[in-house]
């Protein structure tokens, strides 16, 4: 009797396989990428990359979901429950900018990823539940008067449209965002939900 020993998945290829995806993401678009594209990056053979994702759809499914509940939870650091709402706020809003800024490559991935035929709506549900967080802010302020009372998502969007642009031309022009421009681009977003 024979028995055929089960290859356990090494994560360290995973995550290889992950930065290199987001690499050439950032570099030549989701659509500009194919399989044999990322496992030569990654340094692996393409018969390995396909041991780890039987395509390409469900490795950019796969690093969505990863690269969204790794960044919401990224959005939350070192905020605490008992202060204001405009303290929660402001500390989420500079966190967004901070982790997109450090990690463009998940930025830019996870932009074109919701455009994309590759993430579908089961896709997106999870990702709202990832910020189910910043939904409860937002709900927060308007139910205390805070902010505007509008869709979560109106604001949601707003946000995310003010960071990503800033983020964009900041990452472009190989300049940083410095803690005075942050904090001039947070003031604007309050002034216009409020």
């Known amino acids: 009797m024979?028995?055929?020993a089960v290859r356990t998945k090494d994560e360290s290829k995973i995550a290889a396989i992950y930065k290199a995806t987001l690499s050439l993401v950032k570099e030549r678009g989701l659509a500009g990428i194919t399989m044999s594209d990322i496992s030569r990056e990654a340094?692996?053979?393409?018969?390995?990359?396909?041991?780890?994702?039987?395509?390409?759809?469900?490795?950019?499914k796969a690093l969505?979901?990863?690269?969204?509940?790794?960044?919401?939870?990224?959005?939350?650091?070192?905020?605490?429950?008992?202060?204001?709402?405009?303290?929660?706020?402001?500390?989420v809003f500079i966190n967004i900018v901070r982790y997109k800024m450090t990690h463009f490559d998940v930025s830019a991935f996870l932009e074109q990823s919701y455009h994309s035929p590759f993430v579908c709506i089961t896709d997106l549900?999870?990702?709202?539940?990832?910020?189910?967080?910043?939904?409860a802010l937002?709900?927060?302020?308007?139910?205390?008067?805070?902010?505007k009372n509008v869709a979560p998502d109106l604001v949601l969007?707003?946000?995310?449209?003010?960071?990503?642009?800033?983020?964009?031309?900041?990452?472009?022009?190989?300049?940083?965002?410095?803690?005075?421009?942050?904090?001039?681009?947070?003031?604007?977003f309050r002034d216009g939900i409020r």
């Open 2 to 4: 024979y028995f055929c």
């Open 64 to 91: 969505f979901c990863e690269c969204r509940e790794k960044s919401a939870k990224e959005y939350f650091a070192g905020v605490e429950a008992t202060e204001s709402f405009e303290e929660k706020m402001r500390t």
């Open 138 to 147: 937002i709900e927060e302020g308007i139910e205390k008067k805070k902010i």
């Open 157 to 188: 969007s707003y946000l995310f449209g003010i960071v990503n642009e800033m983020v964009k031309k900041a990452y472009f022009s190989n300049k940083k965002l410095s803690s005075e421009t942050t904090g001039q681009l947070y003031a604007m």
């Open 125 to 135: 549900k999870k990702k709202q539940k990832a910020l189910n967080p910043l939904f």
């Open 43 to 60: 340094s692996i053979a393409t018969g390995t990359l396909y041991i780890y994702f039987k395509n390409k759809d469900e490795l950019i």
